[in-house]
């Protein structure tokens, strides 16, 4: 190759060179910034598709898109329907959710929130203190759900929320029991004015004027129209006369004029029947030396609750229903005519008792009926429907019952007397108390 060396050649080749340096320089800096993000690219896509250790691996698209809106919306809990175990929750401190009906006793220092001398709505039957119940161990107890915190009631904010409105209990005595509860609960913000009740004060209503609020009890034991040939002590002069085809005027007459209303029954289809349709004679239960034929407490109950849970769902009143579930009892040694007693006094804990045959056959009815009427009419026509589901809570506590102190003193003249034992109904102040957190909670988060 030959050079030439004149000054014009020179100047030309040293300005080509300087153009190739230059231009070496520059794709030398882009080399190094194209490999220096591939690099960073690379890491970004290793992390991805390569998860740390104990991590899952990603989700398929679908699956992360669920994820996804699952996260960024807020849940929406249902405005109509709520199974046992579903949606009758309360928030944990993760916002995750558990099931307020399982659950445990724990102790609770601070007591009830009222005795039997600041509430003077409490039946001298459950008055258990006044009545010379020796221990009080049985009032330290609440019923906390295992996965969550259960809010106390809040009487304050249940009378706000209750502003012109009205509330109903419909049933037996373990109703009235329950709103009892609720009054004394409630009489720490305001005391109820009576302003009805009927002739053996078996229903009752009370107005709290500042809050425009009406509660009512409204004794119905059936729920459907029953001829009862029972006095006061449950002395009974003839067998129950019961229609499976005709719900109680006493409560659906005034349905539609309740805003909340709380169903509840059962005890009282144990008791020997006659059952009719159409106005006549169909069966029995347990009518042995009769004519008939043995349907049993089981076919009659569902038939009743069928046509509750009907009459509820196919109203055009927009209620708020809650049924509650059946109340198990806690006599041992004996029925209560017979010698039974209720002596623990503290609280079962899970697995220390089974739920008697009877008990269960009754909350089975109701949970299939309850699940049954949902799934074929839902709340159509604007009633919303919840199951309050008290009976497993209230299996474990065998002493928050009257006992033999459903009587004034019933040892004060003989230590050894034989008295008859109510283990069915609740002290006041007593477990009972603990049904209205819940109702509570149902009502706010339900």
């Not at 014009?8 to 070496?24: E, G, I, Q, R, Y």
């Not at 009972?432 to 339900?446: F, H, K, P, R, Y």
Request: glycine share 6%.
């Amino acid at each position: 190759m030959r050079f030439e060396m004149n000054p014009f050649s020179l100047h030309k080749h040293n300005h080509t060179f300087v153009k190739c340096a230059l231009c070496f320089v520059l794709m030398g800096l882009a080399v190094r910034l194209w490999f220096s993000d591939s690099i960073r690219f690379s890491s970004a896509v290793d992390s991805v598709e390569t998860p740390p250790e104990g991590k899952t691996e990603s989700l398929a698209p679908e699956e992360q898109k669920t994820e996804s809106l699952e996260d960024s919306l807020p849940i929406q809990n249902p405005v109509s329907v709520d199974f046992p175990g579903n949606d009758n929750q309360t928030s944990q401190k993760d916002s995750a959710k558990c099931d307020i009906f399982t659950g445990d006793w724990i102790p609770d220092p601070s007591g009830p929130v009222y005795t039997n001398e600041s509430c003077h709505v409490i039946e001298n039957h459950q008055n258990c203190m006044r009545n010379g119940r020796p221990d009080s161990g049985y009032l330290y107890w609440r019923w906390n759900p295992r996965d969550c915190e259960l809010p106390r009631f809040n009487p304050e904010r249940f009378l706000d929320l209750m502003r012109n409105k009205s509330w109903a209990f419909i049933g037996d005595s373990i109703s009235r029991n329950h709103v009892q509860s609720l009054l004394c609960i409630l009489s720490q913000v305001e005391e109820a004015v009576e302003v009805y009740h009927d002739e053996e004060y078996r229903s009752k209503r009370w107005h709290f004027p500042s809050h425009n609020f009406t509660l009512s009890v409204i004794w119905t034991p059936f729920l459907i129209e029953a001829d009862i040939f029972e006095d006061i002590n449950g002395v009974s002069s003839s067998d129950v006369m019961l229609h499976l085809d005709k719900l109680d005027k006493n409560w659906t007459e005034q349905y539609k004029s309740f805003d909340y209303v709380v169903i509840a029954g059962g005890k009282w289809f144990l008791k020997t029947a006659i059952y009719y349709v159409n106005d006549t004679v169909m069966g029995c239960h347990y009518c042995p030396g009769r004519n008939l034929t043995e349907l049993g407490f089981e076919f009659a109950y569902r038939k009743a609750l069928q046509m509750i849970l009907n009459f509820v769902t196919g109203s055009d009143h927009k209620g708020f229903v809650f049924l509650r579930t059946t109340t198990p009892d806690h006599f041992e040694n004996g029925e209560w005519f017979s010698g039974g007693t209720c002596k623990r006094m503290v609280p079962f804990k899970e697995g220390e008792i089974d739920m008697r045959d009877i008990d269960r056959i009754m909350r089975d009815i109701e949970l299939e009926e309850f699940e049954k009427v949902v799934a074929d009419a839902g709340t159509e026509r604007g009633v919303i429907l919840k199951l309050l589901d008290t009976t497993h809570l209230s299996l474990l506590r065998p002493d928050g019952h009257p006992g033999p102190y459903r009587q004034f003193h019933p040892f004060a003249e003989d230590k050894n007397a034989t008295v008859q034992n109510d283990c069915l109904h609740w002290c006041l102040p007593g477990p009972i108390d603990s049904w209205n957190d819940l109702v509570m909670e149902m009502l706010v988060n339900g």
